[in-house]
């Protein structure tokens, strides 16, 4: 196959964490029974009148300042026109021209490189019902109808599957830290169309775009673009050309699969919505958007570096928000973070994930954590010694100190006792103090197991080793 050079563009559909929908009071929820959550306005009565829901411009606010977008001051909506079942009215409220956000970007890192993901615009809109088929029948569920919906755009400006799949998934990591939306692609909160041409050289104008539409995951995003681009590079070495069209990827198929070939552009007809006056932002209102954006997952990757975690540790945090959250809460603490990040992403997880448990539903709290640690850096307690308490740390409200009196927990951390226990194991093992002194790591490892079996495994093993050295090497 000869060498072709990608154009791939992405536009994604977020549904908004609002607790109404867009134009009207009726509840914004997801699985819901069908038709459940629907009103007149909905439903697209005529005579019915559209309500702007103030927190959908203040989430929109929030989410153009994380992607780094300038602000329209000044916007309204637009009617969009066309009509197909899952429109009621036979238009969908839009900004096809004050865009609430514009020029802004995503920076994501391909191979070690950053480069910025540029954003053309983003607006605020309204979602249509959900049509579901069944046989030769389709029905509707307008729970889905004026749930709030920002679509970001960006510009033609992705060379491959692999930095499409990049950008989707910081974005999807911005949006859901800003709490902006749930962004979970299997319930349809996020979903992403790919525009996709290719051409042999740079100086070529433009080849013929293909759109994919609605593709359920990141992984088959990042599939149905590499299926594209196969597609399109036979069909140009074969000397064959194709009309603009949308695709949709099939996951049986694991392939794009033609849905309409574009003969004419759309005329959807725009013109101002009527019913909605212009919409003013003011510097106000941005300043309260910006307080209320948490934390961000770049910041708290590089916060999480600086107090000594590894850099593997810090992303698993921020992949489990609830955890990273937690953790936010010590950061303020003087404790050993690297400690606190191996119990939270080891013993404390396979807990979790063993109960299918969150860490709010244990009895966790940050003053007894703090304890745990404490007590593990200073060797009161070993990680033998975690596995046997840890139910009971996360199901009963004792402090550390009381369950090790509870369980018979007693380590030796005194020094001097250590010390004459492991001086009595040289003595006695002349052969691996030799092999030792010779370079074999294993003769290390035995002894301190000897030390370990002496006291019982109730000395502190960092301590041990550290002595153990000091008295070999002395």
């Given at each position: 196959m000869s060498n072709y050079i990608p154009t791939i563009g992405v536009e994604v559909h977020v549904e908004l964490k609002t607790k109404t929908k867009i134009f009207s009071n009726s509840r914004n929820g997801y699985g819901q029974m069908a038709n459940s959550l629907t009103n007149v306005v909905d439903l697209g009565y005529p005579g019915t009148l559209p309500t702007l829901n103030e927190e959908v411009i203040n989430l929109a606010i929030r989410a153009a300042t994380v992607l780094n977008c300038n602000i329209r001051r000044e916007m309204f909506f637009d009617r969009k026109n066309y009509f197909y079942p899952d429109n009621p009215k036979n238009y969908q409220i839009t900004q096809a021209r004050t865009p609430i956000g514009y020029d802004g970007y995503v920076e994501i890192e391909v191979n070690g490189e950053k480069k910025k993901i540029e954003i053309e615009e983003m607006h605020i809109e309204e979602d249509t019902c959900k049509s579901a088929h069944r046989g030769t029948k389709t029905l509707l569920d307008f729970n889905r109808a004026g749930v709030p919906l920002i679509e970001i755009v960006t510009k033609p400006c992705i060379a491959s599957s692999t930095e499409a799949k990049l950008y989707l998934e910081k974005l999807k990591e911005l949006l859901f830290y800003s709490d902006i939306s749930d962004c979970k692609m299997e319930e349809?909160?996020?979903?992403?169309?790919?525009?996709?041409?290719?051409?042999?050289?740079?100086?070529?104008?433009?080849?013929?775009?293909?759109?994919i539409k609605n593709i359920g995951s990141i992984s088959n995003v990042g599939l149905s673009i590499e299926k594209e681009i196969e597609r399109q590079a036979k069909l140009y070495d074969a000397g064959e050309t194709f009309k603009p069209q949308t695709r949709r990827f099939d996951d049986k198929l694991q392939d794009t699969v033609l849905m309409r070939v574009k003969e004419t552009g759309n005329d959807y007809r725009y013109f101002p919505e009527p019913d909605i006056p212009f919409v003013i932002i003011t510097d106000e209102m941005i300043e309260e958007a910006k307080k209320k954006i948490p934390m961000l997952p770049d910041e708290r990757r590089k916060i999480y570096v600086e107090k000594g975690v590894l850099e593997a540790n810090a992303n698993k945090l921020v992949q489990n928000r609830p955890l990273s959250d937690f953790f936010n809460e010590l950061l303020e603490e003087n404790i050993d973070f690297k400690i606190a990040s191996n119990l939270l992403l080891g013993d404390i997880s396979a807990y979790l994930n063993r109960e299918d448990k969150e860490l709010s539903e244990t009895t966790l709290t940050k003053e007894r954590f703090l304890e745990l640690v404490k007590s593990y850096q200073d060797g009161t307690i070993t990680s033998k010694n975690l596995k046997e308490m840890l139910d009971t740390i996360l199901e009963s409200d004792k402090s550390i100190s009381e369950i090790m009196k509870e369980k018979g927990i007693e380590n030796i951390t005194d020094d001097s006792e250590i010390r004459n226990v492991i001086k009595e194991i040289i003595k006695n093992n002349p052969e691996s103090v030799t092999d030792f002194k010779n370079g074999h790591d294993r003769a290390l490892k035995f002894l301190m197991g000897q030390v370990m079996k002496e006291t019982k495994g109730k000395a502190n093993p960092r301590l041990a080793n550290d002595i153990l050295l000091e008295e070999l090497k002395g």
């Open positions: 349809g909160s996020m979903r992403a169309d790919a525009n996709v041409s290719i051409r042999k050289n740079v100086s070529d104008p433009f080849g013929t775009k293909a759109e």
